[in-house]
């Protein structure tokens, strides 16, 4: 129909055949994205418009259903009455993305310079407990770290441990289930940009009378740093509305506010104020990658550190 | 933009938007917003629409008749008799022989994992007053056991169609206070909470609540509680009769629970994994209920677990079936609820289950099984079974129930709120 309208017109203007190659050209990119904008469409753009029409009704599950009133109230409820779970939930992310890169960038940099031929099999190494289930893994935790488990068992009888002490139940079991869960995600973008960084470099800056770590410093750093970028988002964003690991290896006083939205959707009913959470959430966490991305954006990141390193 | 534009976005599509025309950013939303309302919104409304009739259920009508062909019956996770086949096949002795007796099959699912997550699954279609898909379903006595009745959600049951019920149920299983002359309801299994001691880990007898806040006999970071239970069971152990609880008396029970966390004893708030931690040594005394306890001590061999009963009173809950409204085959359903107060029926969930048994005529049967395994030189399995028919908190006499209380029920959506917002901050913390 479009090629049809397009040639009408064309056939009533002088250099028409010009005018409607241009014009079946501006139509290609639409449906080039036509599969893919409708695939966002149904799963990403109309999920989100459900999730906020969810937000903004009232009413209650045993009496009535849930009817839209625009109530903003969910919002502001619920913000005043967990924040504290906001809080807490950056807070661990904060400190499971600088824990998860701090580990997984050495591990990477020696995978990318000098893994050699055993490149993909030490990628796949990291990959590997991706493929049994999250929760599973989880769980697991819970029998490694058990009170009297085979970590904590012998420490205890040697003495080293008092017989009171516990690791499940606490911030620090949270926190390191959260970073073995979310290693894969830290090490992969960090590897994916570290691979790429061209090992000659590294040589010219050696035959410059730079020492190892100048060289590290002011070339390999730099060039890393938009995997670094992508490695902290793609760690704290998801981190922060987890709620596995404090379901199953937190106590009290380690509640996040992913166990908070969990209990208010499947225990409470209460989907709109759940949902208003959810909203919070996301928005929260999309600021905070905005203000992220424009404080250490990549080009002008690595442009400074040059700056730097040449004064 | 041109005519034809306009008429592609009147007719609605997005796609035609796109395809017909050149995109703008105006008509990109218009679309959009036609696309969503179409696609989403219309659910939302239909689901939200009250649909059902308000008109009185004629349980003659309902119930009379032939049964169908097939029930659909749900039900908690493992909670009814299993057993193995000559080929190592999973099957359910009970309700092959109903299917054997009356040729109707029954489609046995575990679709319960809790109450408030089933009741929201089945919410939506019973308040668009469609079929949800069960004949049968299992709900605890409790909040959402009484917006089911409430709202009219669930069928009366016909009283001349369950004989076996009237002369075989406890008395505990007849004319409860959460459902007047079971008028919509027949207790499956039911159970108590009470306090589960590891032996091994207290630093003396744990018979009271104030036990379970007390550093010196439980130790610090070793006790567990149940976030669901919690509320009611520390209201019936200070003394008040949840039943008829009001606001001042929850904030009571809540200083309580919060002067029990602030004490430093609590380990973990469960929906109901604590029997992993109990059983790993992770905690020296918890909330507990008594079936879970009663199999790891008598048939899983942990001697150093026990189950208290405590001094103040006990949580009795019941756990009831139910039939939802518009349920396809009512006939067939309460002629299954009504088997299963056969004596020898009963028998058989209740020596898997372990957990109380609507039925008192099967304590007499469990112990001549008891003795029959003696008899065949199953001594170990005889000892369990015996241990089992002679446990009090199984066939609890009428002072045993003086001491428990069922929970508050929670009738409106105000009440519910507020009850949330007092208790669950404590274990949310």
Same mark, same amino acid.
């Given at each position: 129909?479009?090629?049809?309208?397009?040639? &009408?017109?064309?056939?009533?203007?002088?250099?028409?055949?010009?005018?409607?190659?241009?014009?079946?050209?501006?139509?290609?990119?639409?449906?080039?994205?036509?599969?893919?904008?409708?695939?966002?469409?149904?799963?990403?753009?109309?999920?989100?418009?459900?999730?906020?029409?969810?937000? +903004?009704?009232?009413? @209650?599950?045993?009496?009535?259903?849930?009817?839209?009133?625009?109530?903003?109230?969910?919002?502001?409820?619920?913000?005043? &009455?967990?924040?504290?779970?906001?809080?807490?939930?950056? *807070?661990?992310?904060?400190?499971?993305?600088?824990?998860? +890169?701090?580990?997984?960038?050495?591990?990477?940099?020696?995978?990318?310079?000098?893994?050699?031929?055993?490149?993909?099999?030490?990628?796949?190494?990291?990959?590997?407990?991706?493929?049994?289930?999250?929760?599973?893994?989880? !769980?697991?935790?819970?029998?490694?770290? @058990?009170?009297?488990?085979?970590?904590?068992?012998?420490? #205890?009888?040697?003495? !080293? +441990?008092?017989?009171?002490?516990?690791?499940?139940?606490?911030?620090?079991?949270?926190?390191?289930?959260? /970073?073995?869960?979310?290693?894969?995600?830290?090490?992969?973008?960090?590897?994916?940009?570290?691979?790429?960084?061209?090992?000659?470099?590294?040589?010219?800056?050696?035959?410059?009378?730079?020492?190892?770590? *100048?060289?590290?410093?002011?070339?390999?750093?730099?060039?890393?740093?938009?995997?670094?970028?992508?490695?902290?988002?793609?760690?704290?964003?998801?981190?922060?509305?987890?709620?596995?690991?404090?379901?199953?290896?937190?106590?009290?006083?380690?509640?996040? !506010?992913?166990?908070?939205?969990?209990? #208010?959707?499947? /225990?409470?009913?209460?989907?709109? *104020?759940?949902?208003?959470?959810?909203?919070?959430?996301?928005?929260?966490?999309?600021?905070?990658?905005?203000?992220?991305?424009?404080?250490?954006?990549?080009?002008?990141? /690595?442009?400074?550190?040059?700056?730097?390193?040449?004064? | 933009?041109?005519?034809?534009?306009?008429?592609?976005?009147?007719?609605?599509?997005?796609?035609?938007? =796109?395809?017909?025309?050149?995109?703008?950013?105006?008509?990109?939303?218009?679309?959009?917003?036609?696309?969503?309302?179409?696609?989403?919104?219309?659910?939302?409304?239909?689901?939200?629409?009250?649909?059902?009739?308000?008109?009185?259920?004629?349980?003659?009508?309902?119930?009379?008749?032939?049964? %169908?062909?097939?029930?659909?019956?749900?039900?908690?996770?493992?909670?009814?008799?299993?057993?193995?086949?000559?080929?190592?096949?999973?099957?359910?002795?009970?309700?092959?022989?109903?299917?054997?007796?009356?040729?109707?099959?029954?489609?046995?699912?575990? $679709?319960?994992?809790?109450?408030?997550?089933?009741?929201?699954?089945?919410?939506?279609?019973?308040?668009?007053?469609?079929?949800?898909?069960?004949? =049968? =379903?299992?709900?605890?006595?409790?909040?959402?056991?009484?917006?089911?009745?409430?709202?009219?959600?669930?069928?009366?049951?016909?009283?001349?169609?369950?004989?076996?019920?009237?002369?075989?149920?406890?008395?505990?299983?007849?004319?409860?206070?959460?459902?007047?002359?079971?008028?919509?309801?027949?207790?499956?299994?039911?159970?108590?909470?009470?306090?589960?001691?590891?032996?091994?880990?207290?630093? %003396?007898?744990?018979?009271?609540?104030?036990?379970?806040?007390?550093?010196?006999?439980?130790?610090?970071?070793?006790?567990?509680?149940?976030?669901?239970?919690?509320?009611?069971?520390?209201?019936?152990?200070?003394?008040?009769?949840?039943?008829?609880? %009001?606001?001042?008396?929850?904030?009571?029970?809540?200083?309580?629970?919060?002067?029990?966390?602030?004490?430093?004893?609590?380990?973990?708030?469960?929906?109901?994994?604590?029997?992993?931690?109990?059983?790993?040594?992770?905690?020296?005394?918890?909330?507990?209920?008594?079936?879970?306890?009663?199999?790891?001590?008598?048939?899983?061999?942990?001697?150093?677990?026990?189950?208290?009963?405590?001094?103040?009173?006990?949580?009795?809950?019941?756990?009831?079936?139910?039939?939802?409204?518009?349920?396809?085959?009512?006939? %067939?359903? =309460?002629?299954?609820?009504?088997?299963?107060?056969?004596?020898?029926?009963?028998?058989?969930?209740?020596?898997?289950?372990?957990?109380?048994?609507?039925?008192?005529?099967?304590?007499?049967?469990?112990?001549?099984? $008891?003795?029959?395994?003696?008899?065949?030189?199953?001594?170990?399995?005889?000892?369990?079974?015996?241990?089992?028919?002679?446990?009090?908190?199984?066939?609890?006499?009428?002072?045993?129930?003086?001491?428990?209380?069922?929970?508050?029920?929670?009738?409106?959506?105000?009440?519910?709120?507020?009850?949330?917002?007092?208790?669950?901050?404590?274990?949310?913390?």
């Amino acid at each position: 129909m479009a090629e049809g309208g397009a040639v &009408q017109e064309t056939a009533a203007e002088p250099g028409g055949a010009q005018r409607g190659l241009q014009s079946r050209r501006r139509l290609v990119p639409y449906y080039l994205l036509g599969p893919a904008g409708a695939w966002l469409l149904v799963f990403l753009l109309l999920p989100m418009l459900l999730l906020a029409y969810t937000s +903004l009704q009232s009413g @209650g599950i045993l009496s009535g259903g849930f009817h839209f009133t625009w109530e903003f109230s969910n919002y502001v409820d619920g913000v005043r &009455q967990y924040q504290k779970f906001f809080i807490r939930s950056v *807070e661990y992310s904060l400190i499971v993305t600088f824990v998860a +890169l701090l580990l997984a960038y050495p591990m990477t940099y020696w995978i990318a310079f000098y893994g050699g031929r055993w490149k993909s099999s030490l990628l796949l190494l990291i990959l590997i407990p991706f493929f049994v289930s999250f929760v599973i893994r989880t !769980i697991q935790w819970k029998f490694i770290l @058990g009170d009297n488990g085979f970590i904590l068992g012998p420490l #205890k009888s040697l003495g !080293i +441990l008092p017989d009171s002490y516990h690791v499940l139940a606490t911030p620090l079991a949270v926190v390191a289930g959260i /970073t073995y869960n979310f290693i894969p995600f830290t090490a992969l973008p960090l590897y994916v940009a570290l691979e790429r960084i061209d090992k000659r470099l590294v040589e010219a800056a050696k035959d410059l009378y730079s020492s190892r770590w *100048e060289a590290f410093r002011h070339v390999v750093w730099p060039l890393s740093l938009p995997g670094v970028f992508a490695a902290f988002l793609l760690t704290f964003v998801p981190a922060t509305g987890d709620y596995v690991n404090a379901a199953v290896l937190g106590g009290p006083g380690t509640t996040m !506010i992913g166990n908070i939205i969990q209990d #208010k959707f499947l /225990t409470q009913n209460d989907y709109p *104020e759940a949902a208003a959470l959810s909203v919070v959430l996301m928005l929260g966490m999309l600021v905070l990658a905005s203000l992220y991305a424009r404080i250490l954006g990549t080009e002008d990141s /690595t442009l400074a550190a040059a700056a730097g390193g040449a004064a | 933009m041109n005519e034809e534009t306009d008429r592609a976005l009147r007719d609605g599509a997005l796609m035609d938007a =796109i395809m017909r025309a050149r995109l703008t950013r105006r008509g990109l939303l218009k679309g959009a917003g036609k696309g969503a309302a179409a696609l989403g919104l219309g659910a939302f409304l239909a689901a939200c629409a009250k649909g059902t009739s308000e008109a009185a259920f004629d349980p003659k009508q309902i119930f009379g008749g032939q049964p %169908g062909d097939k029930i659909n019956f749900a039900n908690w996770p493992l909670y009814i008799d299993y057993t193995k086949d000559k080929e190592g096949n999973r099957y359910i002795p009970s309700l092959r022989d109903f299917t054997k007796q009356t040729g109707i099959e029954v489609n046995f699912q575990e $679709a319960i994992q809790s109450n408030p997550e089933f009741f929201g699954k089945l919410q939506p279609q019973l308040q668009a007053g469609q079929d949800t898909g069960w004949d =049968i =379903i299992v709900i605890t006595n409790g909040r959402y056991f009484t917006a089911l009745v409430e709202n009219e959600w669930v069928y009366p049951l016909d009283p001349s169609k369950h004989p076996n019920f009237d002369q075989n149920a406890a008395k505990w299983a007849k004319d409860p206070t959460y459902d007047p002359n079971n008028k919509h309801s027949m207790a499956w299994q039911s159970g108590f909470t009470g306090i589960g001691v590891n032996n091994d880990l207290v630093k %003396g007898p744990v018979t009271k609540m104030d036990d379970l806040a007390n550093p010196d006999k439980v130790g610090k970071g070793l006790v567990g509680m149940l976030k669901e239970d919690m509320p009611d069971w520390v209201m019936v152990n200070l003394g008040i009769d949840p039943k008829t609880s %009001g606001p001042t008396e929850w904030k009571e029970a809540a200083a309580w629970m919060l002067k029990q966390r602030d004490s430093g004893v609590i380990r973990q708030y469960y929906d109901q994994g604590y029997i992993d931690d109990l059983t790993a040594g992770n905690l020296s005394a918890t909330m507990a209920w008594s079936g879970d306890v009663l199999y790891y001590k008598t048939w899983a061999g942990y001697d150093n677990l026990v189950w208290n009963f405590p001094e103040d009173g006990a949580l009795h809950w019941v756990d009831n079936m139910l039939v939802p409204a518009e349920a396809a085959n009512p006939a %067939g359903a =309460i002629q299954l609820m009504d088997y299963y107060y056969q004596p020898e029926v009963a028998t058989a969930v209740t020596e898997w289950v372990l957990y109380l048994s609507p039925v008192p005529a099967t304590k007499q049967l469990i112990l001549r099984d $008891a003795k029959k395994a003696e008899e065949q030189n199953y001594k170990g399995y005889a000892n369990k079974l015996l241990a089992t028919g002679d446990n009090p908190y199984m066939y609890p006499d009428d002072t045993l129930l003086g001491r428990t209380s069922y929970g508050r029920e929670l009738k409106t959506d105000a009440e519910r709120e507020e009850w949330d917002a007092i208790f669950l901050p404590i274990s949310q913390g």
